[in-house]
Nanobody
Framework: QVHLVESGGGLVQPGGSLRLSCLAS????????VHWYRQAPGKQRELVAA???????DYADSVKGRFTISRDNAKNTVYLQTNSLKPEDTAVYYC?????????????WGQGTQVTVSS
C-alpha cells in the first residue's frame, strides 16, 4: 500500500524559508517521478516542482530561483526547499507520484502541509 506523508509546513514571515518533506512508503521514489503541487484557497491546484527518476528538475515560473526540489534515496524522501517566501506562496502543499502497474497508472497524493506566509 502506498502512502505519501508531507511535513514541514508552518507560518513564516515574508522572506523566510521552509523545508517541506515527503516521505514515501510502498513505492521507491528513486525510480519514479515526484511532484510538488500547491493549492491556495479559491484557486486550482498548480504544479510547483518536479523531479524525475533520473534527477532532472523543473519548476513553475513563479518559484524558479526560490524553490529547490531534491531527493534522498536512502530515506525515500523528496524535499522542497522554499526560500524568499512571499504571501502569494501561501497554500496547502501536496506531494504526488504517479505509478504504473500492469499498464494502468495510479496517482498517489499525500494529505498536504499548510504553508502560510504572513507578517
Amino acid at each position: 500500500q502506498v502512502h505519501l506523508v508531507e511535513s514541514g509546513g508552518g507560518l513564516v514571515q515574508p522572506g523566510g524559508s521552509l523545508r517541506l518533506s515527503c516521505l514515501a512508503s510502498g513505492i521507491i521514489f528513486s525510480i519514479n517521478n515526484v511532484h510538488w503541487y500547491r493549492q491556495a484557497p479559491g484557486k486550482q491546484r498548480e504544479l510547483v516542482a518536479a523531479i524525475t527518476s533520473g534527477g532532472s528538475t523543473d519548476y513553475a515560473d513563479s518559484v524558479k530561483g526560490r524553490f529547490t526540489i531534491s531527493r534522498d534515496n536512502a530515506k525515500n524522501t523528496v524535499y522542497l526547499q522554499t526560500n524568499s517566501l512571499k504571501p502569494e506562496d501561501t497554500a496547502v502543499y501536496y506531494c504526488n507520484s504517479n505509478i504504473e502497474d500492469s499498464g494502468l497508472w495510479y496517482a498517489y497524493w499525500g494529505q498536504g502541509t499548510q504553508v502560510t506566509v504572513s507578517s
